[in-house]
């Protein structure tokens, strides 16, 4: 298998480049709607092309949502294989938010089709639900060690329904958010320049200063544009863990297509947000 450098590397230095900036590609039926395409594989086909050829050497990381693919069946899925290859070869960071978790057994099988060299949907990081307990992504772990890719593991999500587990206290007094982000900081100790080992954080949360943010790895954080989060909230939101932030916005830039001109100066604007927010804060 051919092995890469570590994603947290490679993450790192795209971010310098590019800026920190990752905007998804969620082909919402509304959107494609909007862009005056019809809900079906041709309008998904049109609609993820023309988000690759606008995104794909403009921003650092790109997240398809695998969810909107997946309602196409296995035409949809061929579409996001395309554009997952289209991205990688033009530079950009892929990272899959498909949210897998099951037992660790199963588990191997999701790690085999997301973090395998070889796999058609091998993406750069892939997102993981650890609700299963988080040593079942032990596979996910152990196979994106190997092939150099990384994880997001969802520890404090953008939902407001997220705190109902994930403020839930253990015997040893904290609770399963932080819990997670403490794996995390396990997984990436002692790495430069950061670990490959994301925890999602919403950046819709507010202050989070009682957690422990700095877990010398990425931290992922959705909820930019449409779920009313702003990249001025950034610093404020992570404190000084703000420099391992990946900000991501997908509506907020999808909403300015079907013109390829029209989406990247969205991306550009948020990215230029993004900066200048984050260059305030360290
Ligand atoms: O906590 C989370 C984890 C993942 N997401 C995903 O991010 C995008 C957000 O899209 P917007 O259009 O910018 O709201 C979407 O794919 C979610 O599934 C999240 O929002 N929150």
Redesign the pocket.
Known sequence: MTVLEPFGARLRRVMDERGPLCV?I?P?AALLSSWGLNDDIAGLESFTRTSVEALADTVAVV?P?M??FERFGSRGVAVLERAVADLRAAGTLVVM?A?RGDIGSTMAAYAETFLHKDSPLFSDAL?VSPYLGYGSLKPAVDLARESGAGLFV?A????PE?GEVQHAVRADGRNVGATMLAHLAGENAGETPMGSFGA???A?LGDLSSYELDINGPL?A??????GATAADLPAVFGAAVRNVVP???????KAGPSVAALRDAAVRFADEVREAVAGAV
């Open positions: 998804g969620d919402h997240k949502q969810a909107f938010d949210k997102t969802l404090l999500t953008s939902n997220g999602v954080v919403g819709t992922l959705p909820g930019i544009g449409a779920q991501n916005v997908s509506r907020g830039v999808l």
